[in-house]
């Protein structure tokens, strides 16, 4: 079965305190990993995809790695604007667009 | 562009009653899906559309739960009749034909429904 894991379920960082959150899949061919990023009472925002092991992408202060289980996304010095729900998920290789999604990680960045 | 847009953005209705959540995708997008987010499960696909016709609704909970999309611009998730459990964010998304962006999905505001 399609699955998706993120840890840890909250973070809270001082700014400037770089860390990282993980999604781990179990997929039956990958399509695609997806991040998005959720502020309360918002739709999730999309960040950016991946697509195969090795691949890496970096948008302002995150950048995101890809391995053949997970994804780690790294976030570099943040910033208290950078406080938001991120949310992963994968697609499988079928043929459909289905996205599996994981419950999220919270991240609270103090000032 | 608008982005996608739904309405209305809040809900507070009696057990038993009808709800109506609509949705506009972007113009252009050929995919149109049906979420609900809760803090327990996280986000669930209820059931999503391509080109107008219903592909997967294998999410829709149960018979209470109908989703329409009679063009390319608006589609309609009903809930008849409405229960406390139904209580929710309902999300509408939307993406691009194969081969454009590769299959992105871009978030409406969601509708924050309340069944009391």
């Known amino acids: 079965e399609d699955q998706v894991t993120q840890s840890p379920e909250a973070l809270r960082l001082q700014e400037g305190e770089s860390s990282s959150l993980n999604c781990s899949y179990t997929?039956?061919?990958?399509?695609?990993l997806f991040w998005y990023r959720q502020d309360p009472g918002k739709g999730p925002e999309f960040l950016f995809t991946?697509?195969?092991?090795?691949e890496e992408k970096e948008k302002e202060r995150l950048k995101a790695t890809l391995t053949k289980k997970e994804s780690f996304r790294h976030i570099t010095a943040p910033k208290p604007e950078d406080s938001a729900t991120y949310l992963c998920?994968?697609?499988?290789?079928?043929?459909?667009?289905?996205?599996?999604w994981g419950l999220g990680t919270s991240l609270a960045v103090n000032p | 562009d608008a982005g996608v847009i739904q309405s209305p953005r809040h809900e507070v209705t009696e057990m038993g009653q009808e709800v109506t959540l609509r949705c506009k995708p972007i113009s252009g997008h050929d995919y149109l899906f049906w979420y609900r987010q809760t803090m327990m499960r996280g986000l669930e696909l209820l059931i999503y559309?391509?080109?107008?016709?219903?592909?997967?609704d294998s999410g829709m909970p149960e018979d209470r739960f109908s989703a329409k999309m009679p063009n390319a611009s608006f589609s309609t998730l009903k809930i008849q009749p409405s229960e406390p459990r139904d209580s929710a964010v309902y999300f509408c998304?939307?993406?691009?034909?194969?081969?454009?962006?590769?299959?992105?999905?871009?978030f409406g505001p969601g509708t924050r429904l309340l069944v009391l």
């Open positions: 991946l697509y195969s092991a090795g």
């Open positions: 559309f391509n080109n107008n016709v219903p592909i997967d």
């Open positions: 998920a994968v697609q499988n290789a079928g043929n459909n667009r289905k996205l599996i």
């Open positions: 998304a939307s993406s691009p034909p194969r081969g454009v962006v590769r299959e992105t999905q871009y």
């Open positions: 997929v039956s061919g990958l399509r695609g």
